[in-house]
């Protein structure tokens, strides 16, 4: 279990991160899946069906927190990200600045490497749904970084 | 290396997130199976010795065996399949529930949830709908338009609202300005004050556009006393408005502070370690409850009248809470869901729901709380989706289980109202479904 904790940690607190914007929601959401997987111990045929349960029960616990009613009440947690050089920090913030249901396949496929058939079986999308959405989160974060976005991703 | 992977991994996270993590699974049960044996042997006398003691007291005592045997269970589990096809309007007689199959022409909006109101977009304009008394989806006219501009603590807000009134206090609007709106009632709106060090719930009249900041005047000498710690306070403030959540995190993510304001009485009680969930109010007890991660526990507490924390769940216990009145709880000793209501201490076995039902599902209170859904997820590895909901009426002691209608991939589920319950799909002319409860 420590391995899959310390392998697979990071990964998932950037996603959770980029659908709940503040980083101690995103623990949060993240230690509540390593400890549903805990309880259950689910059987994977290779570490790949492992790594998208963990991906999917993530997106899952991030999308039912932004709509519960604790979330949908309450005022946002800003991020302080006054730590990142300027670069980095306007692109995290043209970053969370897009709708969610740019940002995360943007994140999906450019930085963790999935296609777009298995970013739509974890976000529950159509493939040609997901194709779109990469193509108009691109140009969407394009357009807020000044239009040059060949270095970005 | 590129500037997004470079920027990814810059991300600030708890150093030792990984190892609270695995502290935390460490005190699972699932490990304490295989302690000691002489921590078992230790053990198995006193669960003995209990069990004895335990045996003549349930013999003679009427009272004591009552103590045993709160929990009410529902039996029947009704199934609803919903229309096949999605037409203009399908009706469809299941028994105690009626359900009706639109197609919208546009997008179904959510992004302010459902507040009695039902909001379609469409080319960047929109319309709200609304179930009239013969249960038809109509359009919805707004009752008034407002408009106001606001300065408060440095900050402008242009003010452009079309209000949609319905009953009894239901309220919806449709926001110009693309601002974040939270409801409140019909004319006292919750705008939400962003600065440097904190972001709160301030108050907005409708009627004359004056702001009232809940929060002014409470001092939180703590935070406040920390010197060279950069920290950010966000506050919620519950329906009655008369107790406000409030918490600070202090550098870097590597602290909270949590204080309870009652704002009626102005007094400021720091809740020391509790990772609160949200707060409810019993009368004139205000109730708090949340996950109390210090020394390794996961468990819901309630702040009793007496002032003391008790705790409702036992140990191998998963809880999940989304607001209001009720938390399902699953005992995977028993292999049972429960729905904990907190007001009381009771509960209420779901009889007939298996494994099928996941704790780490959402759970939506109705708008009075007079019913629960919770969303059942298939959690079969490499299938997550959401197969049903479960409506469930404490009272009413019934649960009815509502499919999702094949082909949808549900993008909003939640309550229209207490008697409605709606499932909408993602995307242009979105389908939507609406069960009409009773």
Known sequence: MAWIVHTYSPSLLRAAFLYL???????????????????????????????????????????????SGWFRHRAQLTEDLSYLPPEQSELLEALLSMDEKYRIPLHLHYYEGYTIKEIAAILKLPPATVGSRLSRGRAMLKQILGGNDYEII | MKLYDETMEAIRFSEDFCEKTLDRLEARPVRRQRRLPRALTAAACIVLSTAVLFGAAWAVSPEFRALFLPNERIETVE????????????????????????KLDGKFANHDGIHGFLPVEKDGKTTMYRIDENEELVEAQPARHVRHEVDYAGQHWDIDLDIYEGEPSIAAAVDQNSMAWCLRDANTWTLTLVTADCVRPIYLDLTTGEITDPLAGFAFPEVEGLENTP??????????????????????????????ADLKTGEVQKIAEQKIGDGVTKQNVTMYHGRIYSNSENKIKVLGEDGTWECLLQEGELSNYEGGRYVIVENHGQKQLYLLDLDTGDRLILSGVDGALDIASGIMPSPSGSRIAMASFNCTAGSLATKAFAIIDPEGQTMVTLERTPGMTEGMAGFLDDTHFIIAGFGENSTICIYSLD
């Open chain 1, 21 to 67: 914007k503040n980083a101690a929601d995103a623990e949060d959401a993240v230690q509540d899946v390593f400890l549903s997987y805990w309880e259950r111990q689910p059987a994977f045929e290779n570490e790949a069906a492992r790594k998208a349960w963990l991906y999917k029960s993530v997106c899952n616990r991030c999308r039912d927190k932004l709509r």
């Open chain 2, 231 to 260: 920290w950010a306070m966000r506050a919620s403030v519950n329906a009655d408005s008369d107790i406000a959540l409030i918490m600070c995190t202090l550098a870097d993510n590597h602290g909270h502070i949590y204080y309870a």
């Open chain 2, 79 to 102: 199934q609803v399949t919903p229309p096949e096809e999605p037409g203009t309007v399908v009706v469809n007689d299941l028994g105690s529930i009626t359900a009706r199959y639109y």
